[in-house]
């Protein structure tokens, strides 16, 4: 459980992942909960060879491959590049990298967080990868991954907790296709 926390001034905020190649092969049921979450926009300073060293400055929650992460009731705001990410080690590695760790976030849950000015200056790293800046991004990997979250900016779709699984798994279905094809 990550909780009470003030996390603010780095380049990203709370860091939430699996990563190949370590000892620990196992990232699932981390909470993250009544942490204030602020202008992590410093210039990330870690080593150009170690992983680390992608995460874009204005990071605010990065869930990366981490399986059944809660995120909720947090302050997210100021983070120039996005609030929360949801994402697989797939867009930070080359394509066809095989990974000794599930590479996919599975059972990620984001609701009732309070958001406010996140995404405004995205990094050049961010934009080179053509997503906007905004409250939640996710880069449609795991079908059941879902939000709750009301009044805020999505650079992209996102797959809403109120909907019954079957819904959430079609749509997306069709998000990949059109990711793929168009």
Known sequence: MVENNYVHDNAGGLLVFVLPNN???VGRDCIVR???????NHAN????NAIVSNVPPGSGVLVMAADNTEVTGNEIRGNQSYGVLVCGL???FPKGTAFDVGPTPENTFVHDNRYADNGKSPSEKY?????????LVWDLSGW???WSETNV????????????TFARRAE???LKFMEKYL
């Open 23 to 25: 000892v620990s092969k």
């Open 34 to 40: 009544n942490n204030r979450i602020i202008e992590n």
């Open 45 to 48: 300073f870690g080593n150009p």
């Open 90 to 92: 797939d867009i930070a």
């Open 127 to 135: 934009k080179e990868g053509g997503i906007p800046g905004a409250d």
């Open 144 to 146: 059941s991954n879902r």
């Open 153 to 164: 900016t999505r650079a992209t779709p996102v797959l809403n907790a109120s909907w019954p």
């Open 172 to 174: 997306w279905r069709i």
